[in-house]
């Protein structure tokens, strides 16, 4: 069974902070695919990163970063100099080699002006 | 424009009415899926489809049904609704193929409310 929790309910900050969002899954296959998406209040789903098993690197882009650490079956989210309009609900989702994407509950991120 | 769609965008039903949440995409992708998002729970999977005329089901089927009889169209039948199935629902589809590496592209989701 392939699972992804997010232990953060909710964070709040002020706008310029920097912001960690958690995320760890549990999964029993080697090969297997980590994803961040965000729903802006609007509501739709924006894909923000996909990540395979194998790749390690960390990745930045722009002020987002990802920190995969497989040691400690973790995929972390920062978002640095954080701005108004990040605050969404953030997902982090596992996938194996198959058709099923397995969502974690979600961080709801608010930033305050 | 590459895009899922998904009609209606928002609905108000009652109990025991049957009702269908259509989902359609233009990118010729072979996978699509159905969710639905509730509070504290995520996104959980309901039904999907690798391809025409092959369905399967998710984490939380019971209460729906699906039909895949045109690549493009992948409809979301609720037949007799329940308040317990007020929620958001995502379609989502993505190019196919056993292991593929692509990404699943989400309709912007349907608001459902079952009086």
């Known amino acids: 069974a392939q699972k992804v929790t997010q232990a953060q309910t909710e964070i709040s900050v002020v706008e310029k902070e920097d912001v960690t969002l958690d995320c760890v899954y549990e999964t029993r296959d080697t090969t297997y695919y980590l994803f961040w998406y965000k729903q802006p209040p609007s509501g739709e789903l924006v894909f923000l990163i996909r990540?395979?098993?194998?790749?390690?690197q960390n990745e930045i882009s722009g002020r987002y970063s990802w920190n995969f650490q497989k040691s400690t079956s973790s995929f972390n989210f920062t978002i640095t100099a954080s701005q108004v309009v990040d605050s969404a609900v953030y997902f982090c989702a596992l996938s194996h080699n198959d058709y099923k994407l397995s969502f974690g509950a979600g961080t709801t991120v608010t930033v305050r002006a | 424009e590459a895009q899922v769609t998904q009609n209606p965008r928002y609905l108000i039903t009652v109990t025991g009415k049957k009702l269908t949440v259509t989902c359609s995409q233009n990118?010729?992708?072979?996978?699509m899926s159905w969710y639905r998002q509730d509070p504290g729970l995520g996104l959980r999977q309901i039904y999907y489809s690798m391809n025409v005329e092959v369905t399967d089901k998710g984490d939380v089927p019971e209460g729906y049904k699906v039909s895949r009889k045109e690549k493009r169209n992948f409809p979301l039948i609720l037949e007799s609704p329940s308040p317990n199935q007020t929620s958001l629902y995502f379609c989502?589809?993505?190019?196919?193929?056993?292991?593929?590496?692509?990404?699943?592209?989400f309709g912007p989701g349907t608001r459902l409310l079952v009086l």
């Open positions: 989502a589809s993505k190019q196919g193929g056993a292991r593929s590496e692509e990404t699943q592209y």
């Open positions: 990118m010729n992708h072979e996978y």
């Open positions: 990540r395979n098993s194998f790749d390690e």
